[in-house]
């Protein structure tokens, strides 16, 4: 199965920041990679798909980028409503799908 | 735009099954660019992928759970259903249910539903 780490576990930053989270695969899934993002009580909500299609909706400060085993999602000036866990997801092994443990995005 | 809705018991004896429906509105499950999953997150833990099914039946189950899952469908309801059997503490979960667009991404998801395996 293809294992997917996210780095870091937990970040704290401010409004405003540039903020880069990282998600690595444990073999090359070409650019079938997924961010969400999940607010505390809520859903998971997608915000990128394919490593780099934003979804409908989602604002344009939300960027990312990748292929292979090495990815990342950007948040070019966070806003309040931004602090939230994020997740990547693999859709490489379909449908043997696997999640990242996550990335705590917290208020400095 | 789909809307997703889980609906089932909240509290579920060690041993027994879990089971919980999924509605969907503002769409078709019949829709053929669609897969319709099951994803559980336990209590301050990470996402787990648990099976989906297509509108014609078609099924694949996580590997891990695969003994104990069965997903089904009825589309002249326009719902799909988890049972999961034999159930321990270790089942206790927030359930979703999500659209699975193109064999790809979770691009909609129900609220979620919490199911506490308990005696």
């Known amino acids: 199965d293809i294992q997917m780490t996210q780095s870091p576990s937990s970040l704290s930053a401010s409004v405003g920041d540039r903020v880069t989270i990282t998600c690595r695969a444990s073999?090359?899934?070409?650019?079938?990679l997924n961010w969400y993002q999940q607010k505390p009580g809520k859903a998971p909500k997608l915000l990128i798909y394919?490593?780099?299609s934003l979804q409908s909706g989602v604002p344009s400060r939300f960027s990312g980028s990748g292929s292979g085993t090495d990815f990342t999602l950007t948040i070019s000036s966070l806003q309040p409503e931004d602090f939230a866990t994020y997740y990547c997801?693999?859709?490489?092994?379909?449908?043997?799908?696997?999640f990242g443990q996550g990335t705590k995005l917290e208020i400095k | 735009q789909v809307q997703l809705q889980e609906s089932g018991p909240g509290l579920v004896k060690p041993s027994q099954t879990l089971s919980l429906t999924c509605t969907v509105s503002?769409?078709?499950?019949?829709?053929?660019?669609?897969?319709w999953s099951w994803i559980r997150q336990p209590p301050g833990k990470g996402l787990e992928w648990i099976g989906y099914?297509?509108?014609?039946?078609?099924?694949y189950y996580n590997p891990s759970l695969k003994s104990r899952v069965t997903i089904s469908v009825d589309t002249s309801k326009n719902q799909f259903s988890l049972k999961l059997s034999s159930v321990t503490a270790a089942d206790t979960a927030v359930y979703y249910c999500?659209?699975?667009?193109?064999?790809?991404?979770?691009?909609?998801w129900g609220q979620g539903t919490l199911v506490t395996v308990s005696s």
């Open positions: 999500a659209s699975t667009y193109s064999y790809s991404h979770f691009d909609y």
């Open positions: 997801q693999q859709s490489y092994s379909t449908p043997r799908y696997s």
């Open positions: 073999q090359s899934i070409s650019s079938y």
């Open positions: 503002g769409g078709s499950i019949s829709s053929g660019d669609y897969y």
């Open positions: 394919a490593a780099s």
């Open positions: 099914i297509y509108y014609s039946g078609s099924t």
